[in-house]
């Protein structure tokens, strides 16, 4: 099994900026691609950022690119999300998740996922 734990979230202006955190552990776990999603009240959930561990690959949606950054900490088995230049339409419940493949990630479709952590911004 794969365990997901999130924090960091919590309530910011606009402008402002948040850091994320998910720690990773489990047997099962063996350097998975990781990434975050998003769900918006009355939306459906959707891709944020992924981030492989094996050279350190990066993908990101159109509307998060230039504010966010996800990086890794490989001692801590840890991923991170730095967002910055945050807006009101960034405000949902962050997803942490988990695949051994890549694709599923990218596709919205990981195996493994954190509880969520909300994150909300004030206009």
């Known amino acids: 099994q794969v365990q997901l734990v999130e924090s960091g979230g919590g309530l910011v202006q606009a402008g402002g900026s948040l850091r994320l955190s998910c720690a990773a552990s489990?047997?099962?776990?063996?350097?998975?691609?990781m990434g975050w999603f998003r769900q918006a009240p009355g939306k459906e959930r959707e891709f944020v950022a992924a981030i492989t561990w094996f050279g350190g690959l990066t993908y990101y949606t159109d509307s998060v690119k230039g504010r966010f950054t996800i990086s890794l900490d490989n001692a801590k088995n840890t991923v991170s999300l730095q967002m910055n230049s945050l807006k009101s339409e960034d405000t949902a419940v962050y997803y942490c998740?988990?695949?051994?493949?890549?694709?599923?990630?990218?596709?919205?479709?990981?195996?493994?996922w954190g509880q969520g952590t909300q994150v909300t911004v004030s206009s």
């Open positions: 998740a988990a695949h051994p493949a890549l694709g599923s990630v990218l596709a919205g479709a990981p195996e493994y």
């Open positions: 489990g047997r099962a776990f063996n350097g998975f691609p």
